[in-house]
């Protein structure tokens, strides 16, 4: 059976892979800055640091 995709389907196709793409680089950010924390002091605060912001909590730096 065809069916009929009008040109509105497409840009939020579009729009949705854009979006999982994005969530997934915030993502693999976020499990980087993870997985150096546990090899060095810097790595281990940018890890926190990128937790608070998914999170939504402040930072220190916010001050």
């Known amino acids: 059976m065809l069916s009929y995709l009008d040109a509105g389907t497409g840009s939020v196709l579009l729009a949705a892979?854009?979006?999982g793409a994005a969530?997934?680089?915030v993502l693999g950010r976020l499990m980087w800055h993870r997985f150096l924390g546990v090899?060095?002091?810097?790595?281990?605060v940018m890890a926190e640091v990128a937790?608070?912001?998914l999170v939504g909590e402040p930072t220190d730096e916010d001050d």
Do not use: C, D, V, W
Request: proline fraction near 0%.
């Open 51 to 53: 937790s608070s912001e």
């Open 23 to 25: 969530g997934f680089a």
């Open 39 to 44: 090899f060095s002091k810097k790595h281990r």
């Open 17 to 19: 892979l854009a979006g």
